[in-house]
């Protein structure tokens, strides 16, 4: 296949080649093949809707991918390669996911965990000295701080020591952190890559020679392959995500321009406003502000309530990244009260600017 943009690969990679084969790799829901070609038993040999998802997310981030059966569960294959005393680094602003297993292997005496604000780049570089497992996630979740990658990720770090990016937030349009020398892409690909609130999939993408093996063979011995349908799923959605995107974007930035006029907001956090305290990093590393928005309405928690039941289009429920917008008072979700208490995150959707903008104005009013 010629070189094509990403746009492009999108639409035509992940596809059969043989004549007469479907246009789409079809859905084969089977556990066991007859022996004696390429695959015996799928958890072990794969299958064909994972490795055209695994195809088309590999291209576009420039590795190797794995999928897996959640964002969780490639978190946990990330986590299966430390050995017992291991360093590990979160981020303090931090999918509440990854901090309570991190916290739960700590409990049991499997590694230690620090944390360091996500903006405090020369405390990273420092840390990646000695740490065996360094966790970032930019854009951060949901406060949408951006980390200098370029600086973090080509500083010297102990050898052997994983570094891995969170890039669910960016998705590999707008950033690809393996360019920078991480060692590990992470995405939720129940998020933006599968883009219509219908299915769990995680995605490790890695360029470092062993590393692909290493976390293909924890999803092997954990069982925490993708389902067919899953896959399927999200190969299709991979079709439409720069079309997704560029719309849900472009209105993302309006959205937040038109919040951080409002006197019924007290902080709009967006990487995209020059306001914002990471806003040259952004501009500088990425390639798009993304669709996430996280704004603190005035009058707190009681305020903040009443605007997630004010809103008529939006939808109010957990999650991101999809063709439909939704909005949540984060530090209601256990594990995160520690946010500011009237912290809304916005996950805007395809709708148009007009009647998101006019279906936030009636509900914060």
Same mark, same amino acid.
């Given at each position: 296949?010629?070189?094509?943009?990403?746009?492009?690969?999108?639409?035509?990679?992940?596809?059969?080649?043989?004549?007469?084969?479907?246009?789409?790799? %079809?859905?084969?829901?089977?556990?066991?093949?007859? /022996?004696?070609?390429?695959?015996?038993?799928? !958890?072990?040999?794969?299958?064909?809707?994972?490795?055209?998802?695994?195809?088309?997310?590999?291209?576009?981030?420039?590795? =190797?991918?794995?999928?897996?059966?959640?964002?969780?569960?490639?978190?946990?294959?990330?986590?299966?390669?430390?050995?017992?005393?291991?360093?590990?680094?979160?981020?303090?602003?931090?999918? @509440?996911?990854?901090?309570?297993?991190?916290?739960?292997?700590?409990?049991?005496?499997?590694?230690?965990?620090?944390?360091?604000?996500?903006?405090?780049? =020369?405390?990273?570089?420092?840390?990646?000295?000695?740490?065996?497992?360094?966790?970032?996630?930019?854009?951060?979740?949901?406060?949408?701080?951006?980390?200098?990658?370029?600086?973090?990720?080509? $500083?010297?770090?102990?050898? *052997?020591?994983?570094?891995?990016?969170?890039?669910?937030?960016?998705?590999?349009?707008?950033? !690809?952190?393996?360019?920078? *020398?991480?060692?590990?892409?992470?995405?939720?690909?129940?998020?933006?890559?599968?883009?219509?609130?219908?299915?769990?999939?995680?995605?490790?993408?890695?360029?470092?020679?062993?590393?692909?093996?290493?976390?293909?063979?924890?999803?092997?011995?954990?069982?925490?392959?993708?389902?067919?349908?899953?896959?399927? /799923?999200?190969?299709?959605?991979?079709?439409?995500?720069?079309?997704?995107?560029?719309?849900?974007?472009?209105?993302?930035?309006?959205?937040?321009?038109?919040?951080?006029?409002?006197?019924?907001? &007290?902080?709009?956090?967006?990487?995209?406003?020059?306001?914002? %305290?990471?806003?040259?990093?952004?501009?500088?590393?990425?390639?798009?502000?993304?669709?996430?928005?996280?704004?603190?309405?005035?009058?707190?928690?009681?305020?903040?309530?009443?605007?997630?039941?004010?809103?008529?289009?939006?939808?109010?429920?957990?999650?991101? *990244?999809?063709?439909?917008?939704?909005? &949540?008072?984060?530090?209601?979700?256990?594990?995160?009260? @520690?946010?500011?208490?009237?912290?809304?995150?916005?996950?805007? *959707?395809?709708?148009?600017? &007009?009647?998101?903008?006019?279906?936030?104005?009636?509900?914060? $009013?």
């Amino acid at each position: 296949m010629p070189k094509l943009t990403m746009q492009s690969w999108l639409v035509a990679a992940g596809r059969p080649e043989d004549p007469g084969s479907p246009l789409n790799v %079809p859905m084969v829901p089977a556990s066991n093949f007859d /022996l004696g070609g390429k695959r015996i038993y799928s !958890r072990d040999s794969g299958a064909p809707g994972w490795e055209a998802l695994e195809e088309i997310v590999a291209g576009l981030e420039g590795g =190797d991918a794995v999928a897996f059966s959640s964002g969780m569960a490639a978190v946990a294959a990330v986590f299966d390669q430390l050995g017992r005393g291991a360093r590990v680094v979160l981020p303090d602003d931090c999918y @509440h996911g990854v901090s309570e297993l991190a916290k739960s292997g700590e409990r049991k005496g499997l590694w230690q965990v620090s944390r360091l604000a996500v903006e405090a780049t =020369d405390a990273w570089t420092a840390a990646a000295q000695d740490a065996d497992l360094l966790w970032l996630e930019s854009p951060s979740n949901p406060l949408l701080t951006v980390a200098d990658l370029r600086t973090i990720c080509s $500083a010297p770090r102990k050898e *052997g020591a994983i570094l891995v990016v969170d890039n669910t937030f960016a998705t590999p349009l707008n950033q !690809r952190p393996l360019q920078f *020398g991480a060692d590990i892409s992470m995405h939720s690909a129940t998020k933006f890559i599968g883009g219509h609130s219908d299915l769990l999939a995680g995605l490790l993408v890695t360029n470092r020679a062993g590393l692909y093996e290493q976390v293909r063979k924890s999803r092997t011995v954990n069982g925490a392959t993708p389902g067919t349908l899953e896959a399927f /799923l999200a190969v299709r959605g991979l079709r439409t995500l720069a079309l997704r995107l560029e719309q849900a974007q472009e209105t993302a930035g309006r959205l937040a321009r038109w919040l951080d006029s409002c006197d019924s907001v &007290e902080r709009v956090r967006y990487p995209g406003l020059e306001s914002h %305290p990471t806003h040259a990093v952004a501009a500088s590393q990425l390639d798009g502000f993304g669709t996430m928005i996280s704004f603190d309405a005035a009058g707190g928690a009681e305020a903040a309530d009443r605007v997630c039941l004010g809103v008529k289009l939006i939808r109010h429920a957990t999650s991101l *990244g999809s063709v439909e917008s939704t909005m &949540e008072r984060r530090a209601a979700v256990p594990g995160q009260e @520690h946010l500011p208490p009237g912290l809304l995150r916005l996950s805007v *959707g395809i709708e148009s600017f &007009e009647d998101l903008r006019d279906d936030l104005e009636q509900a914060l $009013a």
